[in-house]
């Protein structure tokens, strides 16, 4: 796998710069906590060397996204990685089909007996489980458009949105155009139907995969789907504990990063603890958001991310209400962050409601002491 990362050449539009007399400002990062760093049970691992008898059986993982995504693509990459299989549901339809394609279904018995088709084969897809490997489902991007499939789906864990930007969308739309295939729905009409379909995308899913815009990495998006399942499926190994470094990141935008920063920054490290507070996308549209915590993982290769939001009341920037933060924590837990930061000075309320939408992101709880004294409830704090 490094080696074909090597070959690719990720982030080609990104490169470090050459050498130069003039140095490079560093971004501001944050603080580095302990020392002698542990690289054991980090990175990606092969799942065959690490996994056991505890594995997950029958395990359906199903991919949604608009059509140009990426579903298929990094899905079969993943689902290599995961020694999964991988399963395309336009190709369960054509074989059901005597080989004829959506398109062809399409323009023969039109839109309507397609998505009946469509939500047969998903049923049976999903009713016929394996029951000795994990598998990964690639359905098409219109999917949610029949409501009886969008109910099963709703019903169906886990599932994850390939969240790729509509540009990098339409321009993958119009090379395959190019390339001679049409689809009913044009490139140019892709923009309305992803704008229509968006807050469906999100209401099925259980999680998301957020890749950033104009990133053509392939091997990269397939790695980072495979250990989003990892992380789903409790297959990662995390240990934070007195030999660890962990890197505090407080930049106000992971997209300003040059690549060299991220590289050497992260060098050594055992996990990364972004603050989400400190970014200036934190309290703006979540869309952004996704994109600043996509653009951080690209350059992660594994290693564990620690999301937090602090608070100005302990230290932070994080100024809104309790909702507002109760939801900023739970897109953490949909992003597949293998550990999420609780303030202790929540509200019962908050706490009850964060540990039941957990995941399998681990919790870490915090306290931030502003005064040269310890408070008197020392020992409640300690329980």
């Not at 099963?152 to 949105?161: K, Y």
């Not at 892709?190 to 995308?201: G, I, K, Q």
């Not at 870490?364 to 409640?380: D, K």
Request: aromatic share 6%.
């Amino acid at each position: 796998q490094q080696q074909q990362q090597q070959q690719h050449q990720p982030w080609q539009q990104a490169q470090a710069p050459p050498p130069s007399t003039t140095a490079t400002p560093e971004p501001a990062f944050g603080g580095v906590f302990n020392s002698s760093p542990t690289t054991s049970a980090l990175g990606f691992f092969s799942p065959g060397s690490q996994l056991g008898s505890d594995r997950p059986k029958g395990v359906t993982v199903v991919l949604i996204g608009m059509r140009g995504a990426g579903k298929s693509t990094l899905g079969r990459l993943a689902a290599d990685l995961l020694c999964a299989d991988f399963v395309d549901l336009d190709e369960v339809i054509r074989e059901k089909n005597d080989g004829l394609s959506a398109s062809e279904i399409v323009q023969r018995d039109g839109w309507n007996t397609f998505r009946d088709l469509e939500f047969q084969a998903l049923a049976l897809t999903l009713k016929n489980a394996p029951q000795s490997s994990v598998r990964m489902l690639s359905c098409g991007g219109g999917i949610l458009e029949n409501p009886s499939s969008e109910d099963l789906i709703n019903t169906h864990w886990p599932v994850i949105f390939i969240d790729r930007h509509i540009d990098d969308i339409v321009e993958s739309l119009e090379q395959a155009e190019r390339r001679g295939d049409r689809r009913a729905v044009s490139p140019s009409e892709s923009r309305n139907v992803y704008d229509r379909r968006l807050a469906a995308y999100l209401r099925a899913s259980n999680f998301l995969l957020p890749l950033v815009r104009g990133d053509a990495d392939v091997v990269g998006g397939g790695t980072s789907l495979a250990r989003l399942v990892r992380q789903i499926l409790g297959w990662s190994r995390m240990y934070l504990g007195a030999e660890t470094l962990v890197l505090q990141v407080t930049v106000t935008s992971c997209l300003q990063v040059p690549p060299h920063a991220w590289k050497r920054a992260l060098r050594n490290v055992d996990a990364v603890e972004l603050r989400v507070d400190c970014l200036s996308a934190c309290m703006a549209d979540e869309r952004e958001l996704l994109q600043e915590i996509a653009q951080l993982r690209r350059f992660l290769n594994g290693i564990p991310l620690v999301y937090s939001v602090r608070s100005a009341c302990q230290g932070g920037h994080f100024q809104g209400s309790e909702a507002e933060y109760v939801d900023l924590l739970k897109l953490g837990f949909r992003i597949g962050a293998e550990m999420v930061d609780v303030e202790c000075t929540s509200s019962q309320a908050v706490l009850d409601e964060i540990y039941q939408s957990r995941g399998t992101s681990r919790l870490m709880g915090s306290f931030v002491e502003l005064t040269e004294q310890m408070p008197e409830a020392e020992e409640q704090i300690a329980a």
